[in-house]
């Protein structure tokens, strides 16, 4: 007997449960902006390269057009709708809104979901291509505007606001460096715990 | 795409009892390859097996020394693990350098090594390929194939392997770990990818219905002074055009140990066996790394417009060791 090809499934999203019937087909960006009508998440290449899509998955950036809705089920998911507090801007949105981090916007929430993570990511001490030495002895590299341009290159915008974006990553990165300043709107462990399991539980 | 069922399995003895049940099921990991892939019809599962809850997310060192890698550790957990950046710092710089952040992060280790050329005839399915399709062809031969194999390549198939992590592993002779229900097995990265030959359709030896469940580094000094170096058309997010994995160990001047690996030249990691021979025992000097990659590259067969890649991996080739030469003096 041929396998059921469409699921009913529970995506917990921005701390939200949504509860959905979808075929195995659909990918998570699909069931984002067609089904939820979360249509923050854009849709660009549709095959992974240019990071439109970016949304996080247990507080790690991921592509959502190549991740599949059913997959998803048991992970927490973050999009850009779940970034801010309530009517104040993440100090990330906050850098790229003042520096022109953009110009049509058709990237920027992908754009800003990277980031987020990017400046995690740094602070818990990943290395980068841009790394000189990657050994842990060599301690964690600053966060220059090389880095910083090499850890956002799965972000393409076609309008070219590239300066602006590595200005924008960088002062929110100063600033979540700071004593007490947090860079991190969701509700999931982030790159500081590698391997570390999702609770799957939304924190209030 | 085609329909397909979908099981998420929560062992490794149950994924393999649902694969052996189902010749149209294929495994799904982080699905940044066979996602792709399915959305232009390239693959048509007809059932997925999701492996993202099995048991296999761990990176340990053992009593022996090796490190053993688990096949669903993502490329990011492999390339931010202190011990894979102190012991083996090519592999982590290989990792970095291959896809996107976001990829990185979805990307599993199993799944990267099964990961499927990016020749432009086998991403279409209205072209022939004889990886994909059998005796239908290889229009790349006379076709577009700036970055195809210079070496081992065959009339039937030119495409190059895409991972930049088999490269490095191909260096420090890693060993594929794999469970049948038959019973467990494993393959060193050697014997791993199957010559082309007259089936490039066949990739690796894994037996039908394996399961890959990690991978086994064994202890490798020499891997401590080691560089990965990729070229590519642009600076980031780009697959090689040529790259290089590289380990050395020089005392007095004189090489004791070497590791050379290319990428991006051949259907497989190409571990440079004949030019680490040519090195061994002699002199650490920029004569003698010309040398060594002129005994490796002298096997290469060059189509038209890839023979760039000659005079790219010999000069990878010397400059890699020589700042290798340069770390091992200070």
Known sequence: ?204 | MREFGYRRADDVQGAVALLAADPGARLLGGGTNLVDLMKTGVERPALLIDVQDLPLDRIEVTADGALHIGATVTNSDLAADPEVRRRYPALAQAVLSGASGQLRNMATVGGNLLQRTRCGYFTDPAAPCNKRDPGSGCPAIGGEHHNHAILGASAHCVAVHPSDMAVALAAFDAVVTYETSDGPGELPLAEFYLPVGRTPHRETALPSGALITGLRLPPAPVAAVSRYRKVRERASFAFAIGSLAAALDVRDGTVQEVRLAFGAVASRPWRARAAERALIGGPASAEAFAAAADAELAAAEVLPHNGYKVALLRNLVVAVLTELTEEAAR
């Open chain 1, 1 to 204: 007997m041929a396998p059921p090809t469409s699921s009913a499934i529970t995506l917990n999203i921005n701390g939200e449960k949504h509860t959905l019937p979808v075929d195995h087909r659909t990918t998570l960006l699909d069931a984002l902006r067609e089904q939820l009508d979360l249509t923050g998440t854009k849709k660009g290449c549709d095959q992974g390269q240019c990071g439109a899509c970016t949304v996080l998955l247990d507080g790690r950036r991921a592509v959502s057009c190549l991740q599949l809705a059913v997959a998803a089920e048991g992970r927490v998911i973050t999009t850009i709708e779940g970034v801010a507090d309530g009517e104040r801007l993440h100090p990330v949105q906050q850098a790229f809104l003042d520096l022109d981090g953009y110009q049509c916007g058709y990237c920027t929430p992908g754009q800003i979901c990277s980031a987020l993570a990017v400046i995690e990511e740094h602070a818990a001490g990943w290395p980068s291509a841009a790394t000189a030495d990657v050994r842990p002895e060599a301690g964690v590299p600053e966060l220059s505007a090389e880095e910083i341009r090499e850890r956002m290159s799965g972000n393409l915008c076609r309008c070219g606001a590239y300066v602006s974006i590595v200005q924008a990553v960088a002062r929110a990165a100063e600033e979540a460096a700071q004593p007490g300043a947090s860079s991190r709107p969701w509700q999931a462990d982030g790159p500081g715990e590698p391997g570390a399991p999702a609770d799957g539980e939304a924190v209030a």
